[in-house]
């Protein structure tokens, strides 16, 4: 978590730029912001708890202005919620840094530095990088990058870093380890940032860092660059393709609302690929026919909503592709005993492509000797691509509001564009069912569409919830963990506390807790198990909950005594799981709105979580 930029800008001020980027960053950690720059004397520094916009309004009070400086934005992990704690930290009057990441042997380097005479202001983990370079820097008469390459040597853990001088004002350092850093270059204005939105107001030409480069920066580009050998390296200079309307909020109150409503978009955009070039396993990756004719099951590995668009997908690649899929939680998976099978595909599912226990529990099948790996990411050359055998990027644009929305139902379509590939490689698709399943994919964003307009019925049910404590949801089948997302949202936005059960299961602990107060969500679309999901709702009705049911338009629910129902449009068969998440998602952002929660920033919570 955390985010960080930088900037050298000859002919600017750099204030404008770091407060602009963090702002963009904030959806990383969103706790304490700092930044610092060189103001032609010496470092200064401001630092607030709270929103960037305080930092920023600080910033300006106080007149800050220099042509090199660095930012911050805070997901606390070591140390609490301070001023002391937040970046940038500085050590000595002369060195500052700021660091995405965990040095996990922090309390070794604070000790052997505090030996040295270094004495530390903050609990955080980061400042033993700014008194660990400072001390080389002594050592070596004032070389950055030899201090910087010398004290990361010391460091075992993730760290993006960004480092000034205050008596080389003209150079930034940097390095990376782990977590995300590129560099982005202007004319005459060289930028650094944790992820491309901070910079492309400014410039879209961006390299991305790999893990062990460290180089030194200058306005007019990239002076030096080692890589983790310590021999010198290029990266490729791309140009960013990222629009800087999907950053902008619009017409919006909110991103989580923007990024509802730009689910039939960006569910088009994800589905091209197999629209344009059928479910061949080329749209996996070059080798993926031989990858996909090597395998004989899959495990997937993913966390948060990720996790859930794994657990819808088993159902899938189980019934149309009969290939027996596993789902685990990255980070339960990462820490057990697993009997490693080379012939089973680990599948890895990140909006972000950074989640720190998804690429570790990759990293650990790895280990293991599992050879093939697909990542369903939505975020380019992120980590966890970069480390995987085959990928498909969703196509959801960037998703800013921390709870994820977009890239879930895009997450879905390529699984299920996966689930059809591998039935069509098996001979059990044809090729008149596949046809078939492309016109379901072509007819999806419409059927997306009908159900945005039920957002006044869904809006009014929320205004229900939001004076709620609890909240049930219950689903069966495929629709189940579509539940478990309608949970998830609700608790991550509301603070309504919220859970959800397959329907079958209510009966062996849950319906204990229902009462007149307990609202209970039902995803009842017409599939093969309504019938049962109708005789689980007659046990809640009978102990007086207040039934909210989402089915579809031929399922005969009646209205009653607490029983609500909002009918979708259409039955749309095998894709009916990703139509049926919007109105958990409306419901839930109807919900936060009537409760005025932080919708886009909810408390406790980052977008991008790099930490265990
Ligand atoms: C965080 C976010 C969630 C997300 C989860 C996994 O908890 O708040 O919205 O689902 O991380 O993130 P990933 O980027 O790996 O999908």
Not at 331 to 357: F, H
Request: aromatic fraction near 8%; hydrophobic fraction near 40%.
């Amino acid at each position: 978590m955390c985010g960080i930029v930088g900037a050298i800008r000859a002919n600017h001020n750099v204030v404008d730029f770091l407060t602009d980027g963090l702002k963009r960053l904030e959806y990383r950690g969103y706790d304490s912001s700092g930044i610092a720059v060189f103001d032609g004397e010496k470092i200064k520094r401001v630092r607030r708890v709270g929103r960037v916009q305080l930092m920023e309004d600080a910033a300006k009070e106080k007149g800050l202005f220099g042509h090199i400086g660095i930012g911050h934005t805070r997901w606390a992990t070591h140390g609490g919620v301070t001023e002391p704690n937040a970046h940038p930290h500085i050590s000595g009057g002369l060195i500052a840094v700021v660091h995405n990441g965990i040095i996990e042997n922090f309390e070794d380097e604070r000790t052997r530095l505090q030996g040295l005479g270094y004495e530390f202001e903050s609990q955080t983990d980061t400042e033993v990088i700014a008194h660990s370079v400072k001390h080389e820097y002594s050592l070596n008469g004032g070389n950055l990058f030899e201090a910087v390459k010398s004290a990361t040597k010391n460091f075992h853990g993730a760290y993006a870093i960004a480092v000034i001088a205050q008596d080389n004002p003209d150079e930034m350092v940097v390095a990376r380890m782990g977590c995300p850093l590129l560099i982005a270059l202007g004319d005459n204005e060289t930028f650094i940032a944790s992820d491309v939105s901070a910079v492309i107001a400014f410039t879209r030409n961006i390299a991305y860092l790999e893990d062990g480069d460290i180089a030194v920066l200058r306005a007019g580009g990239i002076e030096k660059l080692i890589d983790k050998t310590g021999n010198p390296a290029q990266r490729k200079v791309k140009v960013s393709e990222l629009s800087l309307a999907s950053l902008e909020l619009g017409p919006y109150s909110h991103f989580m609302q923007k990024e509802i409503h730009e689910q039939p978009r960006a569910i088009a955009d994800t589905a091209e690929v197999f629209l344009d070039g059928g479910f061949e396993p080329e749209n996996f990756g070059k080798n993926a026919r031989e990858v996909f004719n090597d395998i004989d099951s899959i495990k997937i590995l993913a966390c948060g909503t990720s996790y859930y668009s794994a657990l819808t997908s088993k159902y899938w690649l189980e019934s149309i592709a009969k290939v027996p899929t596993d789902v685990e939680i990255a980070s339960e998976y990462r820490y057990r005993d697993v009997i490693a099978n080379p012939k089973q595909l680990i599948i890895t599912i990140s909006q972000s492509g950074e989640t720190l226990d998804t690429m570790e529990a990759l990293k650990y099948a790895q280990s293991l000797g599992h050879k093939h790996s697909l990542s369903i990411c939505n975020v380019m050359e992120s980590a966890l691509p970069r480390e995987s055998e085959l990928v498909l990027y969703t196509r959801a644009g960037a998703e800013i509001g921390v709870a994820s929305t977009k890239a879930f139902t895009t997450q879905l379509v390529v699984l299920f564009g996966l689930a059809v590939t591998l039935g069509k490689m098996r001979g059990l698709v044809s090729s008149g069912q596949a046809r078939a399943y492309l016109e379901e994919l072509r007819q999806l964003p419409g059927s997306i569409q009908h159900v945005m307009n039920l957002e006044p019925q869904i809006a009014a049910w929320a205004q229900k919830f939001a004076k709620k404590t609890s909240a049930l949801f219950l689903g069966r089948g495929i629709h189940y963990p579509i539940a478990l997302e309608g949970a998830l949202k609700l608790k991550e936005i509301t603070y309504i506390h919220a859970e959800a059960y397959p329907a079958g299961e209510l009966k062996h602990g849950p319906l204990a807790l229902v009462d007149e107060n307990m609202p209970v969500v039902v995803i009842a679309p017409n599939d093969s198990l309504l019938d049962k999901v109708k005789a689980n709702m007659q046990e809640v009705g009978a102990r007086g909950g207040e039934l909210f049911v989402f089915t579809d338009l031929d399922s005969h629910f009646n209205e009653g005594e607490g029983v609500h129902v909002i009918r979708t449009p259409r039955h749309v068969g095998v894709l009916s799981p990703i139509v049926h998440t919007i109105p958990v998602q409306l419901l839930s952002y109807h919900a936060a709105l009537a409760r005025g929660t932080d919708v886009d920033k909810p408390r406790n919570l980052a977008k991008s979580v790099t930490v265990e």
